[in-house]
């Protein structure tokens, strides 16, 4: 852990509590939303852009990281080890950890995910590269995203966390 002050140091026990308890399942969960509603309000919009397209389908690759995220705090998986190599942005690591836990997964979840992790998708949806390649279709990575949402939050609920969707 690197501040403005000083070099790395080895977290304390106290400071490993304290950031697990600041980095909530619910949280995660909450984020995850609040990435999703915006990526649907920006479908929605009558936004004239020249690649409308390319923040959308970030939020939602986005609000998917954090509900397999929550998922995985719900299941006691330190945020310091989410962020580290072993887990960090990498979806395909994520989903796996979560299938093997127990997440559901659909073929279409399934698909979308392997986008996501063996393609350029996501950088994609930040920066223009030109030539030929396959996107999720963003209709896909809505449906996968409520998927995940009904499903983590009914996991979040069993572990005795209120969600509340909206």
């Known amino acids: 852990m690197t501040d403005s002050v000083g070099p790395s140091k080895k977290p ?8 697990a308890r600041r980095s909530s399942p619910i ?3 909450n984020f995850a939303e609040t990435y999703r ?21 970030f ?34 690591k994520l989903s796996r950890q979560s299938a093997t836990l127990g997440l559901s997964l659909d073929e279409e979840d399934v698909e979308v995910m392997r986008l996501m992790s063996e393609t350029d998708a996501v950088i994609r949806s930040r920066y223009i590269l030109t030539g030929f390649f396959r996107w999720p279709d963003i209709g896909a990575l809505d ?22 969707l909206r």
């Open 37 to 57: 509603t915006a990526a649907r309000a920006l479908r929605k919009s009558k936004a004239k852009a020249s690649h409308k397209e390319s923040p959308i389908r």
């Open 143 to 164: 449906r996968t995203c409520k998927r995940l949402r009904q499903s983590i939050a009914q996991e979040l609920r069993v572990k005795g966390i209120n969600v509340r």
């Open 27 to 29: 949280g995660y969960f």
């Open 59 to 92: 939020l939602y690759y986005h609000s998917i990281e954090l509900y397999l995220k929550a998922f995985l705090r719900a299941h006691d998986i330190h945020p310091r080890e989410l962020r580290s190599k072993k887990y960090g942005h990498d979806i395909g």
């Open 12 to 19: 304390t026990t106290e400071e490993l509590a304290d950031e």
